[in-house]
């Protein structure tokens, strides 16, 4: 089961990929029109910039429609939001990694490297 939290970090991962792709932040309707323009020209899918003020959080904030999440990724080069999403899997093993690191003794990590006189880098 995805997590709400997941969710919502994809969904603002997604939208700072398509501010990079737009070449500006997205601050004010006429940002959105223009967004609007754009990923109707380079996608050829109609989202209307009320859709993406909604999305930026410029007026009242609606969960997006699948739909809305994949016109996004479709403009940054992805063919749907799964396949956005999916360059993320490792996302799911930083429970492991923070385990890992949890379990080395900071203290004889240091020691190894002055006892054998080797220098951080």
Partial sequence: MVHKWYICVMI?????????????????????????????????????????????????????????LDAFSKYIGFSTYKDFTNRFNSVDEWSKWENLFLGIDEKKAFSTYRDNDLRFP
């Fill in 12 to 68: 603002e991962e997604l939208k700072k990929e398509v501010e990079k792709v737009f070449g500006q932040v997205i601050q004010k309707r006429s940002h959105c029109e223009g967004l609007a323009q754009e990923l109707y020209t380079k996608t050829g899918i109609y989202i209307s910039y009320n859709t993406i003020r909604r999305m930026y959080g410029l007026i009242d904030y609606r969960e997006p429609r699948v739909t809305t």
